[in-house]
């Protein structure tokens, strides 16, 4: 496969994480975008107004913004100082939602601020509502009002709830954690919602996988096989005019810079050599398995964590190799992309049985691997530089690669 060309001055510096925003349907609205830098990974960069912290804003913006689903939105938080300046319209006002941060007052100049922003066509959010008196001003401009539901009792969120409803701004809850969760919000009035619910199961009695997703399981399990020659790889392609389409795209695009354009399967298969082709095929076809917004957000997640832990490994050790790394992270969501329990879902696919443990049992030895992506994806930045000092990683490593993971998953899924 070629050497991948990414934008160095970019994730050198910068962590980006995002988190998906669903409706009540369960679409994709938009992305809450978090930046860290480098070398203050464990807490957020906005300390000041200054030009440095603008260009962290862009930079970070420019670096997530490939991955966004087209129409989204992307929340972005600001601090005072940076909201009262010139930092949020260097993005456009058609993607990006100002969060005020709750440390921010009302000040008149923040007001001011607020309502220039309206004016050019921002949206504005107020993060972390709690129904305490002193923000109305803020509460009757902003579009959005975000409440942390995360230890509140569903009668503590609802007197939050009924406190906003005199503002005329959508409700969104933050850190859902359970699909129960979920509904309760759903039925106390709130538009949008975001947390991890969607990452876990949502196991209901008598589901069961359609035709489409078993006959993609086989594919699945045949690919897993360390000896998938290249002429069956090719067979596989060709019968699917999707994934033919999709191949030939990816290995044209400018990702690989070719002079020439490549119109055969079989040659792009030769060019991209049986071991990437093999991880390009499963990207695929884990995509095609679930097409729901829900479903699709996991897809991608679990193609960053693949890729994520197969660059770890090349640059620390780890208990398995650098496929079995890349497939450990590649399933580790697989349930909740088929709402199926994991130990259902691994039956047909051949694994290393400890590989295997590491997926079923969080209490496997191997598994504080996936703790470590489940660290990386929440964004807590506290309990994963303790994480990552038990395991012997740099933070900056974990930076790094993750803005390589993220970078990779954005080709392959385009």
């Known amino acids: ?161 009924e406190g906003a409803s005199r503002y005329k701004a959508a409700l969104l809850a933050e850190k859902v954690e359970t699909h129960d969760i979920f509904k309760v919000c759903k039925n106390l009035g709130f538009t949008y919602f975001q947390g991890f619910f969607f990452n876990r199961p949502e196991i209901i009695p008598g589901r069961k996988l359609s035709a489409s997703q078993v006959t993609k399981l086989k594919l699945l399990k045949e690919l897993g096989a360390l000896d998938t020659n290249p002429d069956r790889l090719v067979e596989i392609i060709q019968t699917d005019l999707s994934i033919s389409y999709r191949l030939l795209k990816y290995i044209n695009s400018a990702f690989f810079g070719l002079q020439v354009e490549v119109t055969s399967i079989p040659r792009a298969v030769a060019m991209l050599g049986c071991q990437n082709m093999r991880q390009w095929l499963q990207v695929v076809i884990l995509s095609d ?46 349930d909740a992309i088929l709402d199926q329990s994991m130990s259902t879902v691994l039956e047909e696919i051949p694994l290393d049985p400890a590989l295997k443990k590491a997926l079923v049992d969080p209490a496997s030895a191997d598994s504080k691997w996936i703790g470590l992506l489940d660290e990386i994806d929440r964004c807590n930045w506290a309990r994963l530089n303790g994480k990552a000092a038990q395991m012997g990683l740099s933070m900056a490593l974990i930076s790094r690669l993750s803005a390589e993971a993220t970078a990779w998953a954005n080709e392959v899924l385009t």
């Open 1 to 161: 496969m070629m050497e991948e060309q990414y934008p160095e001055q970019l994730y050198d510096k910068i962590c980006v994480a995002r988190h998906p925003i669903f409706t009540a349907d369960m679409q994709v609205w938009g992305y809450e975008l978090l930046f860290r830098h480098q070398e203050d990974i464990q807490s957020a960069v906005f300390t000041d107004g200054d030009q440095a912290t603008s260009q962290i804003i862009t930079d970070g913006f420019s670096l997530a913004a490939p991955g966004l689903r087209k129409g989204s939105k992307a929340l972005i938080n600001f601090p005072r100082n940076i909201l009262v300046g010139a930092a949020p319209y260097v993005l456009p006002p058609e993607r990006c939602v100002v969060e005020i941060l709750e440390s921010v007052r009302p000040e008149p100049e923040v007001i001011q601020a607020c309502h220039e922003l309206k004016k050019r066509g921002y949206v504005l959010a107020l993060d972390d509502y709690e129904g305490a008196p002193g923000l109305e001003p803020l509460c009757e401009l902003v579009d959005i009002i975000k409440v942390d539901i995360l230890h509140k009792s569903p009668k503590e969120v609802r007197t939050i709830v």
């Open 289 to 334: 398995m679930n097409t729901t917004d829900k479903a699709q957000e996991l897809v991608r997640i679990s193609v960053q964590r693949a890729r994520f832990l197969q660059l770890l490994s090349m640059r620390h050790p780890t208990p398995f190799d650098q496929d079995s790394m890349f497939l450990m992270g590649f399933f580790s969501l697989l």
